[in-house]
Nanobody
C-alpha cells in the first residue's frame, strides 16, 4: 500500500519560489522513480521532474531545467521539488507520483505519466504576473 501526499503549493509572484513536498508512506521500494507532474486547465498532464530513488539521478523537462530541482530526503521519506524563478506558465496542479514497480538503475527515469502507478492528490501552484 503506497500513499503519496503533496504539500507546499500556493500563490506567488513571477520570479518567486516555492518548495513542494511529497510525503511517502506504505511500502516503498528503494529502486523506483519518483516524479513530479503538472496539469494546467485545458492542457495535458506533463512530466516536470523525476528522481531515481536508488541512486539519486535526476531528470527534468526542458521547460523547467535550470529553475526546478528535485531531491529526496530518505530519513524523512520525502521527495521535494524546489521551484525557483517561477513563471505564470508554471501555474498548474502539481502531482507527485511513483513508478509502478522496480526500476533498473540502467534505465533513465521517464517523464511519461503512464509509467507511474501511484499518485498523490495534488497541490495547486499559482504564479501571477
Amino acid at each position: 500500500q503506497v500513499q503519496l501526499v503533496e504539500s507546499g503549493g500556493g500563490s506567488v509572484q513571477a520570479g518567486g519560489s516555492l518548495r513542494l513536498s511529497c510525503a511517502k508512506s506504505g511500502y516503498i521500494d528503494s529502486s523506483n522513480c519518483m516524479g513530479w507532474f503538472r496539469q494546467a486547465p485545458g492542457k495535458e498532464r506533463e512530466g516536470v521532474a523525476a528522481i531515481y530513488t536508488g541512486g539519486g539521478s535526476t531528470y527534468y523537462a526542458d521547460s523547467v531545467k535550470g529553475r526546478f530541482t528535485i531531491s529526496q530526503d530518505n530519513a524523512k521519506n520525502t521527495v521535494y521539488l524546489q521551484m525557483n524563478s517561477l513563471k505564470p506558465e508554471d501555474t498548474a496542479m502539481y502531482y507527485c507520483a511513483k513508478t509502478r514497480g522496480y526500476w533498473s538503475a540502467s534505465d533513465s527515469c521517464t517523464l511519461v505519466a503512464s509509467a507511474y502507478g501511484y499518485w498523490g492528490q495534488g497541490t495547486q501552484v499559482t504564479v501571477s504576473s
